[in-house]
């Protein structure tokens, strides 16, 4: 069976929007039956790289081929496009599928 994770990023002081953000994944989620979801949270500076984040050193490892990562928007990934891209990139080749609740794309 595959895994769902929902990825929730904050910046430090932006408490209030996990709860909105885990409200917009498991919506999604619910919508396109990839339930159950596993929240994983992660308060960090936007500018943080995804490879120094557990996005990197925890959630790209643990996810395999037709595993599911669901983000609300697709600025949670990364501090920029090129590095956004890359990441997708790499999902992408492991077979990991990626999604943007609010705007509802597979981005990988």
Do not use: C, H
């Amino acid at each position: 069976m595959a895994k769902t994770i929902g990825y929730i990023q904050i910046s430090p002081g932006e408490e209030q929007t996990e709860l909105i953000q885990k409200a917009v994944i498991g919506d999604f989620a619910a919508k396109n039956q990839l339930e159950p979801v596993e929240y994983i949270k992660e308060e960090v500076p936007r500018y943080t790289g995804w490879r120094e984040r557990i996005l990197g050193k925890k959630i790209f490892a643990e996810l395999k081929e037709g595993d599911n990562l669901i983000v609300s928007e697709i600025g949670r990934l990364g501090n920029s496009s090129a590095e956004i891209n890359a990441l997708l990139t790499f999902f992408s080749d492991k077979g990991v599928n990626v999604y943007v609740a609010k705007t509802g794309i597979k981005a990988a």
